[in-house]
């Protein structure tokens, strides 16, 4: 694989689709030239709007590098979003409900890990549907966004829901657990810096250790993993449990860093969006940075869209889905491969 | 003596169990050709709309039911480009396929219906007796036809040969991308189909996302019925009277959260999948790509 394929494909893939979006634009009488014009500006046009798009990809960043984690390892957890919401359930719930305002010191990388240990726990059920039962992850993860969503739904409806019971949303959380908004930032949060380090990381883990190995092995072929001494149970449970854990904690950060409390359709379309950032990276855990930028920036630029050209938002998803088409109708890498 | 309420249930049971049974017998056809589409949830989609604006447009019944398949069709069609031509993941296109058509819809319904204008109602499909009407009669012919097809016809024994051994079929002189094809523009019909039932019978108008994870109970409709017609049916029964209960209690102000309620369908799917889908073994070459060696 050469290394101006490796960014031809991609940059091709994105290409492709926003040309194919332009010529819908244009079927349903809108000025294809004018709406990607007021998306990128809405999008990257100014200071607010470019730290508008930098908060987004925090969790796009987070959730698809879990989804390319997972399916170099061959499984395909497109339970992304459910992840998220567990995440962003639980640590509400730790800081709303359980801690109070208790020192802003441990509460708030406490909510961070009980966000990120929720968010493992969701897709370990999955996990062990998959290994104990032979339930495919695709249906089990799917079944469990649905169950996740509605949970968070009745969670702030009933038991988290604000004090004053206005409407249906949290407590606000107390200063102490939000993370901080950067020197010189309005928005740009101190947990977007741990995001963009995770890929980092990631690429450490799956390229330069035994335990990534073994996980690429598995995706390459279980059974020359199996012949390895490398049991794909193992490593099932374990790219399940991590790519959880990557999920529920973008949901931790987004409630600690963004929304400042849950309410519903926190965070809609992100398990579907991070799918398609992971494949526009081509599964590499570096290329997920300037994919999640993508689709932030696309996310990000859908309200001025529809603001200055009429374009109904929901037209992004139509271009995210081209681009995870156009991606995978180019060569991937095997699952396991470099 | 069978009560008023038992029989409104039954009715709101089939009215329910009918889209489901129609889309997984689309989508088992398919799977027995050996292709997994994991879509179907965005064919539905997609055919709801059409069978919407169709409907709406013109008042007819027959047309809205129509476009919702060629709408299914349409759909299916993309997808076996992807995935039967160039070979693209089948789950991953699929996944796609639900994107696309969650957003593509958005954006026509949207288009369809500007903010002012008030929301146009698609004509009903009305029952011969609570519970039973075209629909039903359609899915009913369509048991009974997948069972002769699959089970009696040489075509169909071809199709199952293309699913469980695609090269050993090829090998026979059988054209394995043909069956794969139009079994996956069939499943496409149904889901289109199944699309529009929702739309012209169950609910008068189209909602964004309105298929709400049908089409995935669908998917594990065929594992809990062991790739047997009869048995789906019986799932999408046993689907219906969950689904039909869960509303009955939500009509009579349960204490039950309405949330949690609605989240019955997906932990039964759940539940089912976890004691049965084990079990199953399907065909052979299913979600294998194929392509003939010279």
Avoid at chain 1, 241 to 257: F, P, R, T
Avoid at chain 1, 271 to 281: E, H, N, P, S
Avoid at chain 2, 13 to 40: C, K, M, S, Y
Avoid at chain 2, 202 to 212: K, N, R
Wanted: hydrophobic residues 60%; contains cysteine.
């Amino acid at each position: 694989m050469s290394y101006v394929r490796a960014f031809a494909q991609p940059l091709g893939a994105a290409a492709v689709a926003l040309a194919a979006a332009a010529g819908l634009l244009a079927l349903i009488g809108a000025d294809p030239i004018a709406a990607l014009g007021a998306l990128a500006a809405g999008a990257l046009g100014d200071r607010i709007a470019l730290e508008n798009t930098v908060v987004r990809m925090g969790p796009l960043l987070l959730v698809g590098l879990g989804v390319a984690l997972s399916f170099r390892c061959g499984i395909w957890n497109i339970g992304g979003e459910g992840q998220l919401y567990v995440g962003a359930l639980a640590a509400t719930a730790l800081v709303t409900r359980g801690l109070g305002a208790g020192p802003g010191a441990v509460s708030l990388p406490l909510a961070l890990l009980v966000g990120a240990g929720a968010g493992a726990l969701w897709a370990g059920i999955a996990a062990a549907l998959r290994v104990r039962r032979g339930v495919s992850e695709v249906l089990s993860t799917i079944l469990l966004n649905f169950i996740a969503v509605l949970a968070v739904a009745w969670a702030v409806h009933g038991p988290l829901q604000e004090a004053s019971g206005a409407y249906p949303q949290s407590d606000a959380f107390p200063d102490l657990a939000r993370l901080a908004v950067l020197p010189g930032m309005r928005r740009v949060h101190l947990g977007l810096v741990l995001a963009a380090a995770l890929p980092f990381a990631v690429w450490v883990l799956l390229f330069r250790s035994a335990a990534g190995l073994r996980l690429r092995a598995v995706g390459l072929s279980p059974d020359a993993a199996r012949n390895a001494h490398v049991s794909p149970e193992r490593e099932t449970t374990r790219v399940l449990l991590i790519s959880g854990a990557l999920a529920g904690l973008a949901g931790a950060l987004e409630v600690s860093g963004v929304t400042g409390r849950l309410f519903e359709n926190l965070a809609s379309g992100y398990g579907f969006t991070a799918i398609a950032v992971a494949l526009l990276a081509r599964l590499n855990p570096i290329g997920v940075l300037p994919a999640a930028f993508f689709f932030a920036a696309l996310a990000s630029g859908s309200g001025a869209m529809q603001r200055v050209a009429a374009v109904p938002s929901v037209a992004v998803q139509v271009i995210e889905a081209l681009v995870i088409l156009f991606s995978v109708s180019f060569a991937l890498p095997k699952s396991g491969a470099r | 003596m069978i009560d008023a309420a038992t029989l409104l249930l039954v009715a709101s049971t089939i009215r329910l169990a009918t889209p489901l049974a129609i889309a997984a017998l689309g989508e088992l056809v398919a799977e027995r050709a050996g292709v997994l589409n994991i879509g179907i949830e965005g064919m539905m989609l997609t055919g709801a709309l059409a069978a919407f604006a169709a409907g709406a447009a013109t008042g007819s019944l027959a047309l809205g039911c129509l476009a919702g398949i060629a709408a299914g069709v349409a759909m299916s069609a993309l997808f076996a480009l992807f995935v039967l031509r160039r070979g693209a993941d089948p789950i991953v296109s699929g996944t796609a396929l639900n994107v696309l058509a969650l957003g593509l819809t958005g954006v026509l319904f949207r288009s369809l219906t500007p903010p002012g204008k008030g929301i146009e109602r698609a004509p009903q499909m009305g029952e011969l007796v609570p519970g039973f009407n075209v629909y039903v009669a359609l899915a009913l012919a369509l048991v009974v036809g997948v069972i002769l097809f699959l089970g009696r016809t040489r075509t169909g024994l071809a199709l199952r040969a293309v699913g469980e051994r695609a090269e050993a079929a090829h090998v026979q002189g059988i054209d394995v991308l043909r069956f794969r094809w139009l079994a996956v523009l069939f499943g496409g019909a149904c889901a289109g189909l199944a699309g529009s039932a929702i739309v012209l019978w169950i609910s008068d108008t189209f909602v964004e996302g309105m298929t709400s994870g049908r089409g995935f109970i669908a998917l594990a409709l065929v594992l809990f019925g062991g790739y047997r017609p009869l048995r789906i049916v019986a799932g999408a029964l046993l689907f219906g009277a969950a689904n039909a209960l869960q509303y009955r209690l939500q009509a009579a102000g349960s204490a039950i959260p309405y949330n949690l309620l609605l989240m019955t369908p997906y932990v039964l799917t759940l539940l089912v999948l976890a004691l049965f889908a084990g079990r199953v073994s399907g065909p052979g070459d299913l979600a294998k790509p194929f392509r003939a060696r010279d």
